[in-house]
């Protein structure tokens, strides 16, 4: 059973940087491709950045292009989530989230989950 642990959330002034982990364990980290959502208050959960196995091909939603950054390191089973000058409106609970094989935009073809780390952007 993979399980995924997110951390590095917190309370950041707008204009600024948070580095989200997610450490996953019990399966092949390097076999996932490895997406990161989010969902705030009222909304459903939104599509951010995800990530082939191999690291090779990045894709981003619109909102985040050019200021988020994924990553993984498939040696130490961890990806990330890079987030510079962060806005009020990313404020969401961040999830990370696994598929075997190929990457997708779509929560609902993710078969592994996080708890959740929360990221609050204040004014």
């Known amino acids: 059973q993979v399980q995924l642990v997110e951390s590095g959330g917190g309370l950041v002034q707008a204009g600024g940087s948070l580095r989200l982990s997610c450490a996953a364990s019990g399966g092949t980290f390097s076999s996932y491709a490895m997406g990161w959502f989010r969902q705030a208050p009222g909304k459903g959960r939104e599509f951010v950045a995800a990530i082939t196995w191999s690291g090779g091909s990045t894709y981003y939603a619109d909102s985040v292009k050019g200021r988020f950054t994924i990553s993984r390191d498939n040696a130490k089973n961890t990806a990330y989530l890079q987030m510079n000058i962060l806005k009020p409106e990313d404020t969401a609970v961040y999830y990370c989230?696994?598929?075997?094989?190929?990457?997708?935009?779509?929560?609902?073809?993710?078969?592994?989950w996080g708890q959740g780390t929360q990221v609050t952007v204040s004014t």
């Open positions: 989230a696994g598929k075997v094989v190929f990457v997708t935009r779509s929560p609902r073809e993710y078969t592994y």
